[in-house]
C-alpha cells in the first residue's frame, strides 16, 4: 500500500516541479480596503504559499487600524480553482484550508470575496467563509472534488446548505457541476453580480459595507433552512447518484457529509466532515481519478517524428465538410456544428439529405473552398480510397482530408492522393455526438502542422484528443480486439452472455459486451468480420476456426443468420420489450443457439468463474496495451488509460486499464497472462508483451515505466 503511495506521488510531481512555499498572496492597501490578490497562476491553486498569504494578509489587515474592510481576489484569469491537487499525499504543511477559512470568518473587518473565472472547490470553500460574495457574470462556481473521488474538505459540505438549503448543495456538491453565475445568484451563494473592471466593483463594493455587523454573514452561525425534510431529501439525493455515479464512492458520501450539516452542530459537522475527506483520499478510487485528472492534460502535450505540440502550427479551420450522413457521418456534423463551424454533409442518398438541417449537398464540387474534410463512409478500403481520390482533385490545395476509420491503415488511404502530409485519421466513437475520445492517427506522411489542426479540432469540438501511430485497429480497436473476441470465446467454452455482461458490469462498465453488440448491431460486426476475411483473401464459412492464423468464434455468425441483428430487430444475443427497444432480457431462444453451436463444434460445456472472464476480458487487453506501448503506436500509458475513459466508457475510478494494471502488480498480471498463453495457444493476443515482461520482472513502478518505454523500442 505504502509503495503504491509513494509511486503515484512520484507519478504527480512528473507534471509539476515542487510547490512554491513562498507566500503566493500580493498585499495592498487601497484606501480604507486591503485587497489580497492571489498570485499563482495558471489557475490559483490554494497551495501552501497562497493559504499562507492569505492567512497573513487577513491577520494583517485586522491589524492595520487604515483597514476597515478586506477584499480577496485573483490575478490573472480565476479566482483560486481549488486545493493544489499536486499536495495531495504529501505531508500537509500548515496552514489548512480550514484555518485560513476560520481566520477569514473570525475577521472584525468584513471580508468580500470578488469572483471571476472559475471558483472551485478550496476556492469557493474560501469565498464561503468571506462574509459577502461578488462576481462577474461570466464566472462560474462549484465543489468539483467528486470528480477527483473526494469531497470539499474545508468546509465546503457543512457550509453550502447553511446557504442554499439541502437539495441545491447535495445536488451541487454530489455531481460537482460548475454553476453558472447569474444561477449561484439565484442560490443565494452570491449577494451581488458586478459588471465592468472587477476591481473598481470590489473596492466601491468593501466600503460600501464597512462597519456593518458581521455575525449575520457568518455561515457558521446559520441553520441548514428545511431541515425537518431531511430524510426525504438525504432519500431523493441518494437514489439520483447511485443511478447515476454506480460504482462511484464520493458521491455517496458527498450526500451522508452534506445531510450531517443539518444533523449535527457545526463543529461536529465539520470533523466529520475532516475524517471523511481524509478516508475517500486514501482510498483507490480517489487515487485512480485524481491520475486520470492530470492523464487527461498530458495527452494533449503530443509528440510524433519531426514535431510535436510545441513546434507544430494548426491550420485554421473556418468550414468543414463530412462525407457521409450515416450514424457516424451525421454525428460527427452535429460536433462541428455544435461548435460553431459551418458543415457541409455530402451524401449520395437524397432522402438522407432532405432531413437534415444543414448544407446537406450531392456534389463533390460544393467542397472545393473547405478548410477540412472528414470522411465517415463504410469500411472499404476501395470505397475510401475512391472517396479520396476524388476529394483530392476537389478541394483546394491547403485543405486537411480526415478518415474517420476504425481499423484501415491511414497510409494505405494517404496514397490514393497526391497530398498525404495532409491526411490524418480523426477516428470517433458511436455515438459520436456524446463519446468524447478524439482518435486521431498519423500515417508515415502525415505532417505535424496537419496533427496540430485536428488535435485543435478536437478541443474545439470538445472532444479529448489522443494521438497514435497509424496500424491495423489503432489504438482504441485494436485494445478492444482481444477484450471482445475473449468475451466470444468464454460463451463458447461454457459461459452466458448474461454472466459475462454483470462481470464488467460489476467492474464498473457502463454495459457488458453482449449488451454493446446487440446496440452496436450484430449485422455491422458480421459485415466487417467479411471485409476482414476478403483483405486477408479467405471468405468465413460454419466450420471456420481460425482467421489470419488467429483463433475465430462463430457464434456472431449463428445470431446473424437468425436475424437477430440486437436492438435494431427486437432481439439479439438478448430479447427486447420491442423493435428498438433498449430494455434486455434473457431468452431462451439465445441459449439453443449457443447450445447447437458448440455441439456443432464438438464442445462440452464447462464452468466458468467471474475471476476467469475477468481475467480474459481485461488482462487480454492490457498485454495488447504494452504491445502497443512497445510499438511506439502511442507514447505513454496516459493516452491509453484516456482512450479508454472517454472511448469506451472505461470506469473513472479505475483510471484506465494500464494504471489498473500497475495497481494490481505487474507480475500478478504478467504471470496470469502467461497462464492463458499456455491455456490458449491459438490466441496471438496472449503472446506476452516484451515490455510487459521486462517491467514485471524489473518490478518498475508506474512513474518509471516512461524510461523502460523508450528504451524498449531502441
Ligand atoms: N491543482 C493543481 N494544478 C491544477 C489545478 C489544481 N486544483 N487545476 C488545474 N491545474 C493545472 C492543470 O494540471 C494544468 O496544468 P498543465 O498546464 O501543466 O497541464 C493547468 O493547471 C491548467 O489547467 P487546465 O488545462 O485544466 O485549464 P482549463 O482552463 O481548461 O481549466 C479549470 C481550468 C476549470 C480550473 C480546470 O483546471 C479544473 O477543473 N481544475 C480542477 C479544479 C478542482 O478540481 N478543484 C478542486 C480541487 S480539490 C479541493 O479544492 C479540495 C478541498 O476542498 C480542500
Known sequence: MLKVQRGFQRYLGRFLSSSNSNMSVDYSVQGSVAVLEVNNPPVNALSHGVRLGLKTGVEQASRDR???????????????????????????????????????????????????????????????????????????VGFPEVALGLLP??????????????????????????????????????DEIVTGDLMKAALKFAQSIQGRPLKDRCLMFKVVPNADKLEEFTSAAMAQVKKKYKGYEAPVVCIQTVRASAELPYEEGMKLERDLFLQLQGSGQARAQQYAFFAERAVSRWVMPGGSYKTAKPLPVRSTAVIGAGTMGSGIAVCLLSAGLPVYLLEQNEKVCMILNFKPTLNYSDLKDVDLVIEAVFENLDLKRDVFSKLDKICKPSAILCTNTSTIDINRISTATSRPDKVVGTHFFAPAYHMRLLENIY?????????????????????????????????????????????????????????????NEDFGMPMGPFKVRDLSGIDISWRINREVAKALGTTITKETKFLGGNRYCGLNDDFFEKGRYGRKTGKGWYLYEKVGGKIPTVDSETEEIINSYRQRRGIIKRKITPQEIFERQFYSCINEGFR???????????????????????????????????????????????????????????????????????????????????????
Open 153 to 190: 474538505g474545508a468546509g465546503g459540505t457543512q457550509r453550502l446548505s447553511r446557504l442554499t438549503g439541502l437539495p441545491v448543495a447535495m445536488d451541487m456538491i454530489s455531481s460537482g457541476r460548475h454553476v453558472p453565475i447569474k444561477k449561484a445568484k439565484e442560490y443565494g451563494i452570491i
Open 443 to 503: 500515417g508515415t506522411q502525415t505532417s505535424p502542422d496537419t496533427v496540430a489542426t485536428v488535435m485543435k479540432l478536437g478541443k474545439t469540438i470538445n472532444k479529448v484528443p489522443v494521438l497514435v501511430k497509424s496500424c491495423h485497429g489503432f489504438l482504441a480497436n485494436r485494445m478492444n480486439g482481444p477484450f471482445n473476441t475473449e468475451s466470444l470465446f468464454l460463451v463458447e467454452e461454457g459461459a452466458s452472455p448474461q454472466e459475462i455482461d454483470q462481470v
Open 628 to 714: 502497443i506501448l512497445e510499438e511506439g503506436i502511442c507514447n505513454t500509458p496516459e493516452e491509453i488509460d484516456i482512450s479508454w475513459i472517454y472511448g469506451f466508457s472505461y470506469p473513472k475510478f479505475r483510471g484506465g486499464p494500464m494504471f489498473y494494471a500497475s495497481q494490481i502488480g505487474l507480475k500478478r498480471v504478467y504471470d496470469r497472462i502467461c497462464h492463458y498463453h499456455e491455456t490458449c495457444p491459438y490466441s496471438i493476443h496472449w503472446v506476452p508483451s516484451r515490455l510487459l515482461k521486462k517491467l514485471a520482472e524489473n518490478d518498475v513502478p508506474f512513474s518509471q515505466w516512461a524510461n523502460h518505454i523508450s528504451k524498449s523500442r531502441m
Open 66 to 140: 487604515n483597514v476597515r474592510s478586506v477584499v480577496i481576489i485573483g490575478k490573472g484569469q480565476t479566482f483560486p480553482a481549488g486545493a493544489d491537487i499536486r499536495e495531495f499525499g504529501k505531508p500537509s504543511k500548515e496552514p489548512w484550508l480550514t484555518e485560513v477559512g476560520m481566520a477569514i470568518e473570525a475577521s472584525p473587518k468584513p471580508v468580500v470575496a470578488a469572483i471571476h473565472g472559475t471558483c472551485l472547490g478550496g476556492g469557493l470553500e474560501i469565498a464561503l467563509f468571506s462574509h459577502y460574495r461578488i462576481a462577474v457574470p461570466s464566472a462560474r
